[in-house]
């Protein structure tokens, strides 16, 4: 890519790096101290029926509903998640607390935990009331994908025997998300290390009509003339840019990818194409995955796929619930 032939080379870049300033210290400090407070996460309410079944049999129903109620047990995660305890840490926290405040809400075991978890129901939830209000004036949001590598476990003591020497290669997946410039997680998928970005750029992309999507930014991972078009007759405008050697084809079935052919060699350079579409905002997909590895970590505590999938969609329904708290705004001073 262009970017990293600048890196390379200093000469081909002679202009400073660009400098900014935090304005809303005091506010971004609250916003940080709030991640803290754990009454956040907890929800509205009674705790106990928000938590536990109190009617596990229902009449014209066979056998026993659930006792523990999803919400539960998705808080377990979050702070298994969030804290990074064990899972009999935090049942331990919880038996605690609740007997602190004097509330006969069971806990289940470690074991039925991990059971719970790896068929519970989750989805990414929104907490911007920004971004509820954009959407409820039916307002179009820009989408920016993609993808990076979490790791799980090692191999144990059995490598060690087995070929004498200790693994050094740890097993990872590959987590795709899509995020709007304002740092929201809109879609986010954990798949195995085979699975290439554009097998799952179609999951990404919420086919909503309440959330319609006017643009999609990704880098050329995602590029293929079939997915430019498919896009582009949703009323999508793909910033993805083509391969180096494309070539304009004047068929029906590529009319967005020969525009932007020929807009690129008519400009000489694909700055032209990055400017004019305003592919820089890729960027801020970057800092996701930087701001996601560093605060919570690089790398899932489960070891199972489903269970994985799972504890995606808890990272980032915890980056939201973050972003409603408040983030730092920034002006370019130099």
């Known amino acids: 890519m262009p970017f990293k032939q600048k890196l390379k080379d200093p000469s081909l870049n002679p202009r400073k790096k660009p400098r900014y300033k935090v304005t809303n210290w005091s506010a971004y400090n609250k916003s940080l101290k709030k991640r803290g407070q754990l009454s956040l996460y907890f929800p509205h309410g009674d705790l106990k029926s928000a938590f536990i079944n109190e009617h596990p049999y229902i009449t ?22 969030l804290f990074g305890w064990g899972l009999r840490q935090t049942a331990g926290y919880f038996e605690d607390l609740w007997q602190t405040k004097g ?23 929104q907490f911007c009331d920004k971004l509820a209000k954009r959407v409820s004036q039916g307002e179009s949001i820009t989408l920016i994908l993609d993808s990076t590598g979490f790791r799980f ?44 970005d554009l097998e799952i750029m179609g999951s990404l992309i919420p086919e909503n009509e309440s959330q319609p999507v006017d643009k999609v930014i990704a880098d050329g991972g995602y590029y293929s003339k079939e997915g430019f078009e498919e896009l582009h007759n949703k009323g999508i405008i793909p910033v993805i840019p083509p391969p ?36 820089g905002v890729r960027a801020l997909v ?49």
């Open 60 to 81: 014209g129903f066979s056998g026993q509903q659930p006792t523990f109620k999803a919400a539960y047990t998705e808080l377990f995660y979050t702070f298994y998640r």
């Open 103 to 125: 509330l006969d809400i069971l806990v289940p075991s470690f074991g039925h935990l991990s059971d719970l978890f790896s068929i519970l129901p989750l989805k990414v939830r």
């Open 153 to 196: 476990g090692k191999a144990s003591h059995w490598y060690e025997t087995k070929y004498g020497k200790p693994c050094e290669q740890k097993p990872w997946r590959k987590m795709h998300l899509s995020i709007d410039p304002e740092m929201n997680t809109h879609a986010l998928e954990i798949t195995d290390y085979e699975a290439s």
């Open 244 to 279: 180096p050697n494309s070539v304009v084809h004047g068929h029906q079935t590529t009319t967005w990818h020969d525009k932007i052919v020929q807009y690129i060699k008519d400009k000489g350079t694909v700055y032209a194409f990055h400017k004019k579409y305003g592919y």
């Open 286 to 334: 970057e800092a996701q995955i930087s701001r996601i590895k560093r605060c919570i970590g690089s790398t899932f505590k489960t070891q199972k796929i489903d269970s994985q999938k799972r504890e995606g969609i808890v990272i980032a329904n915890i980056i939201n619930r973050w972003n409603s708290f408040g983030k730092c705004v920034c002006v370019k001073v130099g």
